[in-house]
Structure formats: structure tokens, C-alpha cells
């Protein structure tokens, strides 16, 4: 099982951002995916979630309105969309696999590092 | 939401000792659907222990997990120098929440 993100980098307040997981090794559509962040140094927010049938989601409230969790189950891909973006949006962004539905996460990403500055 | 309650912030220990971390639940955990993980200096969270006591693939027998209800434990029995590193607990019984970690230095 691998889990690579991409898309992090430097954006000003209120611009956007697209981050992409690929993922191979696992049947990917039939997992529950999602994005958990990290500001350096500190501890892990859940933030956004999305079912093997792509019919439920999850959004934290702090990001709910502003990102929006997709996925691309032919080309194995998930995306977070990430609009209105903040300085307290500066994080490290992990692409994460529930092990069923929304339970532990036994795979996780390297991490994708999002820095939100002028 | 459930609050993840974790201690202590920081445990000092020697290679060879034990390592006792406490994880308090906001409310009780009906099932014991608690999990914890190791993240070491610039990698992602590892997981160690999933349903409160279940050990993931490939985690040496050294580390359990016990508790239900509001308080849980994870415990390493002898401390490996790899094993200094940051634990975070998880509920995933109502949505997903993690507590603040316990650094064992």
C-alpha cells in the first residue's frame, strides 16, 4: 500500500489550492479516504473524509464552506480543494486509509506541506 | 464531540524501562474503537494499536493497549531506543478525534 501526496506549496490568504493523493496497492475505490493535518510541531486534526462510494463525506467545521474532499477512483486519486485559505490553514497535509468505513487509519502519506503567508 | 484527554505531555524514561501513557475520553466509548500511533521528527503517524488492544501488522509485542469506557492505556514493557517518539490515541466511535499526545523522551 502507498499513499503520495502532492499539490502542497506557498499560496496567499485567500487564494486556493488543489492537493492530490495517488494511491496503488489496495483496491482503491473501496476505502474510505482522508485528509488529516498537522501544523509542525503540533498534534493531528481530522479534517475532511470520504466513503469507498464517494456518498458520504466529512468536513471539520474549520474547513467546512472552504474545502471540498473529491476522489477519482479510476485513475486511484483523491483531492481536497482548498478555497478562502488562511494562515491557520498552514499545515502538513496527510492522505490517510481506513482500515473499514471510517475506523483506524493503517496507511498514511509522507504528508504534503501547505503554507498560507503574504 | 468526544474530547481526547492525553497524559502525561511528556514522559521521561531510559532505554529499558516502562512506559505507561494514559488516554481519558470526554465520554465513554461505547466499543473500544480507540486506536493509538507513533509519529517520529518528520514522518507520518505510525499506527500501533487498533480496538484498544489489538496490535497492527508488524508492531513488536512489546507495546499493548488496554481500558474501556473513558480511560485508556497504552504500554511499552521495555523501551527500545526507537521507541522515544510522540503517541497520539484516536477515537473512531463518533466521527474521528485525536488527543493532544504524550512526547516519551
Known amino acids: 500500500v502507498q499513499l503520495v501526496e502532492s499539490g502542497g506549496g506557498l499560496v496567499h490568504p485567500g487564494g486556493s489550492l488543489r492537493l492530490s493523493c495517488s494511491g496503488s496497492?489496495?483496491?482503491?475505490?473501496?476505502?474510505?479516504l482522508q485528509w488529516v493535518r498537522q501544523a509542525p510541531g503540533k498534534g493531528l486534526e481530522y479534517v475532511s473524509a470520504?466513503?469507498?462510494?464517494?456518498?458520504?463525506?466529512y468536513y471539520a467545521d474549520s474547513v467546512k464552506g472552504r474545502f471540498t474532499i473529491s476522489r477519482d477512483d479510476s485513475g486511484n486519486t483523491l483531492y481536497l480543494q482548498m478555497r478562502s485559505l488562511r494562515a491557520e490553514d498552514t499545515d502538513i497535509y496527510y492522505c490517510?486509509?481506513?482500515?473499514w468505513g471510517v475506523g483506524w487509519f493503517d496507511y498514511w502519506g509522507q504528508g504534503t506541506l501547505v503554507t498560507v503567508s503574504s | 464531540e468526544i474530547v481526547l484527554t492525553q497524559s502525561p505531555a511528556t514522559l521521561s524514561l531510559s532505554p529499558g524501562e516502562r512506559a505507561t501513557l494514559s488516554c481519558g475520553a470526554s465520554q465513554s466509548l461505547s466499543i473500544s474503537y480507540l486506536a493509538w500511533y507513533q509519529q517520529k521528527p518528520g514522518l507520518a503517524p505510525r499506527l500501533l494499536i487498533y480496538?484498544?488492544?489489538s496490535r497492527a501488522a508488524g508492531i513488536p509485542d512489546r507495546f499493548s493497549g488496554s481500558g474501556s469506557g473513558t480511560d485508556f492505556t497504552l504500554t511499552i514493557s521495555r523501551l527500545e531506543p526507537e521507541d522515544f517518539a510522540v503517541y497520539y490515541c484516536q477515537q473512531y466511535v463518533s466521527s474521528v478525534t485525536f488527543g493532544g499526545g504524550t512526547k516519551v523522551e
Open positions: 470520504l466513503s469507498g462510494n464517494g456518498g458520504t463525506t
Open positions: 490517510v486509509k481506513s482500515a
Open positions: 480496538d484498544a488492544s
Open positions: 496497492g489496495f483496491s482503491f475505490s473501496s476505502y474510505t
